[in-house]
């Protein structure tokens, strides 16, 4: 969603703007308040996505967890509503009292129910076709909610 962070000899003909996005728990705030300012303080403002949110921001994904220690729910809610507001699409799935990395491949229900919604995701913009093939087993409990 920015420009000028490419590397040094990239082919600039070839856009490397995403077409859609995929986020895992994803850092969206690098300001002052946000995670990992340290790490880009002199250009944060150029850098951070919560603050970059264009009219051809990229459609995107969300998953996090309601007890991810790094990144706020709050956070990825505003994400949403801003990219709403710049007519842009923002599919939110938060997973009830998951933490940070609760999606990892060792989390089988939690890793199975996230790729499904990335294929639905992914189908929706036209990259996949059909029903995911990936099955989730019945669980007693869904504790997924989208904010969509």
Sequence with gaps: MTKGFEEKGADL?????????????????????????????????????LHNINKTAPPTVVFLGTKDQLIPVKTAKEYKRLMEEKGRRCDLHLYEGQSHGF??????????????????????????????????????????????
């Design 103 to 148: 999606f990892n491949y060792k989390k089988e229900e939690n890793y199975t129910k996230t790729v499904i919604e990335m294929d639905r995701f992914l189908t929706s913009l036209g990259y996949l076709k059909g029903e995911p093939t990936l099955q989730s087993k019945p669980s007693h409990v869904d504790a997924h909610s989208s904010v969509r």
């Design 13 to 49: 003909s070839v856009s490397s703007q995403p077409n859609g996005l995929v986020l895992f728990n994803p850092v969206f705030d690098n300001g002052p308040s946000g995670y990992g300012h340290s790490r880009v303080k002199e250009y944060w403002e150029a850098f951070s996505p």
